[in-house]
């Protein structure tokens, strides 16, 4: 039997938040070191205050040099590549080949319904790739004379045929990325330029992959439910329900009962229980792994978090792009930030604190707050509207 504050600090451990950030130089193998810790750090295009991907690191490590992880991702054989995880996601390159026996996106590969024209494409874009590494969908297209998307009625998906082609050759990592462009579109490169490897696919190891899979996500995150470690990677619940109680029962992994989380929790063997985490005031992007399992926050920390993004702005409670604020080893509160480049201003245009926790956190917020804007370059910090 395990506590709900002993189950907490597990998990912020297992993710990286639990160190105070102060002094650390921050070298480009901690930088990997903290990635592969946490597996994934997931993209989207979203840049109201800085890209998704950029943000987990700054609160797992303080300010940091962009530019670098920008270098380690566009650099082949790299330990960190983009693939598909919880969502499109930088991962540990070795992550790659299991995690392609076990997604299941097939809306986004599109290869088994290709025309004769869109299958010849395919080949034509390998072709290309393996002469100009490091290319966009746009710079194929242009390169190949292939005609823009017929219709523009979608706002986010008027793809052209060299972008399905593309999408579905990154589904089945037939081709990898060397990052991303200034205009946030992937890089595309063959697979094995990538990872300067040949990538193999088990097909009849499946299992075991997918014993890997489990075991990262659980690492990942310290102590989970079998929905957690399922959706970490976005994995079938049923095959993680039942690979971890026949884990459990066979002392691979240790099986737990938090009692505010009313389903059994596992942990990996050895596990320690952290004495204390450091009350390090950290703003958790909305795209955090920390937060990805909302259910999860609810349950292990009494917290309750919704990205409000699509919901109209009339019925938003908190903000648009707003970060939960972690303080030690609670959630204490929310903040609608927005980094105003025009005007050079980290703005916090709403803050939340939890009942209680105004008092004891607001100067540490104030604090962070100035952190980041200084890591994001800007001049100054403004809050409220």
């Known amino acids: 039997m395990l ?5 907490r600090r597990i998990a912020l451990a297992a993710q990286g938040l639990s160190r105070s950030r102060a002094g650390q130089a921050v070298t480009a193998r901690k930088m990997i070191s903290a990635v592969q810790s946490i597996s994934q750090l997931q993209v989207d295009s979203v840049n109201v205050v ?4 950029y943000m987990p690191l700054f609160a797992r490590l303080g300010a940091y040099d962009i530019e670098a992880l920008d270098t380690i991702l566009a650099t082949p ?3 960190l590549t983009e693939y598909w995880a919880h969502e499109a996601s930088v991962v540990s390159a070795e992550l790659v080949p299991d995690l392609l026996l076990w997604q299941r996106r097939t809306w986004i590969d599109k290869s088994d319904r290709f025309t004769d024209e869109q299958q010849e494409l395919s080949h034509r874009v390998i072709e290309y790739l393996a002469a100009n590494p490091g290319s966009s969908a746009r710079e194929i297209s242009s390169a190949l004379d292939v005609a823009p998307a017929a219709s523009k ?6 793809w052209n045929d060299t972008k399905y082609v593309t999408e579905s050759l990154f589904a089945r990592a037939k081709i990898l990325t060397l990052g991303r462009n200034s205009q946030f579109e992937r890089r595309y490169a063959l697979a094995h330029h990538v990872l300067k490897k040949p990538l193999e696919i088990d097909e009849l190891h499946r299992n075991a992959a997918l ?16 929905h957690c470690v399922a959706e970490y990677f976005r994995l079938p ?4 329900k039942a690979l971890l109680a026949q884990q459990a029962a066979a002392g691979v ?12 929790a596992y942990l990996p063997l050895g596990t320690k229980i952290p004495r204390k985490i450091e009350p390090d005031l950290r703003l958790i992007s909305p795209f955090d792994s920390m937060v990805f399992n909302r259910k999860r926050l609810e349950r292990f920390f009494n917290f309750e978090y919704r990205i409000e993004i699509y919901v109209p702005e009339p019925k938003r409670r908190y903000g648009y792009y707003v970060f939960p604020m972690l303080f030690g080893d609670e959630f204490v509160g929310r903040v609608d930030l927005k980094a105003d480049r025009s005007r050079s201003v980290l703005h916090a245009k709403s803050v939340h604190f939890e009942a209680g926790w105004e008092s004891q956190a607001q100067q540490p917020l104030l604090a962070e707050l100035e952190r980041m804007a200084q890591w994001l370059r800007l001049d100054s910090v403004r809050v409220g509207l």
């Open 50 to 53: 800085r890209r998704a991907h």
């Open 153 to 158: 009625e979608h706002w986010g998906w008027n």
């Open 211 to 226: 014993e890997r899979l489990v075991a990262r996500s659980l690492e990942a995150q310290g102590i989970a439910t079998a």
């Open 237 to 240: 619940i049923r095959d993680v």
């Open 77 to 79: 054989g790299s330990p």
């Open 3 to 7: 506590s709900q504050k002993q189950a």
């Open 253 to 264: 992994v240790e099986q737990v009962q938090v009692p505010e989380v009313n389903e059994p």
